[in-house]
T-cell receptor
C-alpha cells in the first residue's frame, strides 16, 4: 500500500532557528496535509495543500506540494519553544477517497 | 465551538469486558474515522464511515466494531478487549463523504490488563 516517509524520527534545534521537514512517497498524491500533535492531545491540522506546486503559509509555517506530487515539505521559521511536538504529514492518493495515509511523524525539540 | 469530542479520555479495563468509546462531532461532517496510535507505528485506521449507515474497515479492524446511526456520532465498540488493544485512540471527522481535511478528537487512552 501507499507509504509516506518522514525522516529523521527526531530533530533538535535551537530557538530562533528555521527547520524544514520532508515527506516523500513512491505514489502520487492529490492532497497533502500537515498536522502537529502536542503531548496528550489529538493532531491539529496546520496546512492543507491541493495542487502540485502550491505553496501555502500559516504564520511562521510554510508548506509546499511537490511538483512531482510525490512529496511535500513543511518549513518552520524562527522556531519558538511551543513549536515542540510531533509533526505528521498525511496525503490522499488520487482515487482513494476513503482514506488518508499518514507518515510516522517527526518529533521536534526546541532548545531555549 | 466546532469540535470532535471523545469519551472517556482515559480507561483502564480488564480482558474480555465489553466497552464503548463514544465520538461526537458538531460540524455536520459526513466522514468519520477511528485511528489507533502506537509507538513506532504511527496512526493506523481502524474503521471509517463516509455517511450515516455506511461503514467500512480500515487497516486494522480486527477486534473492533462501529456503528453510524446518526451523522454526529460514531462509537467504537470493543466486544472483548485484549491487552494488544492497549493504545491511544483518536476519532476524526471531515466535511464531505471523503477523507479530506480531518479534524481529530482529543484522544482516549485505553489500557487493557
Amino acid at each position: 500500500g501507499q507509504q509516506l516517509n518522514q525522516s529523521p524520527q527526531s530533530m533538535f534545534i535551537q530557538e530562533g532557528e528555521d527547520v524544514s521537514m520532508n515527506c516523500t512517497s513512491s505514489s502520487i498524491f492529490n492532497t497533502w496535509l500537515w498536522y502537529k500533535q502536542d503531548p496528550g492531545e489529538g493532531p491539529v491540522l496546520l496546512i492543507a495543500l491541493y495542487k502540485a506546486g502550491e505553496l501555502t503559509s500559516n504564520g511562521r509555517l510554510t508548506a509546499q506540494f511537490g511538483i512531482t506530487r510525490k512529496d511535500s515539505f513543511l518549513n518552520i521559521s524562527a522556531s519558538i519553544p511551543s513549536d515542540v511536538g510531533i509533526y505528521f504529514c498525511a496525503g490522499r492518493v488520487t482515487g482513494a477517497n476513503s482514506k488518508l495515509t499518514f507518515g510516522k511523524g517527526i518529533t521536534l525539540s526546541v532548545r531555549p | 465551538e466546532a469540535q470532535v469530542t471523545q469519551n472517556p479520555r482515559y480507561l483502564i479495563t480488564v480482558t474480555g469486558k465489553k466497552l464503548t468509546v463514544t465520538c461526537s462531532q458538531n460540524m455536520n461532517h459526513e466522514y468519520m474515522s477511528w485511528y489507533r496510535q502506537d509507538p513506532g507505528l504511527g496512526l493506523r485506521q481502524i474503521y471509517y464511515s463516509m455517511n450515516v449507515e455506511v461503514t467500512d474497515k480500515g487497516d486494522v479492524p480486527e477486534g473492533y466494531k462501529v456503528s453510524r446511526k446518526e451523522k454526529r456520532n460514531f462509537p467504537l465498540i470493543l466486544e472483548s478487549p485484549s491487552p494488544n488493544q492497549t493504545s491511544l485512540y483518536f476519532c476524526a471527522s471531515s466535511l464531505g463523504g471523503a477523507a479530506n481535511e480531518q479534524y481529530f478528537g482529543p484522544g482516549t487512552r485505553l489500557t487493557v490488563t
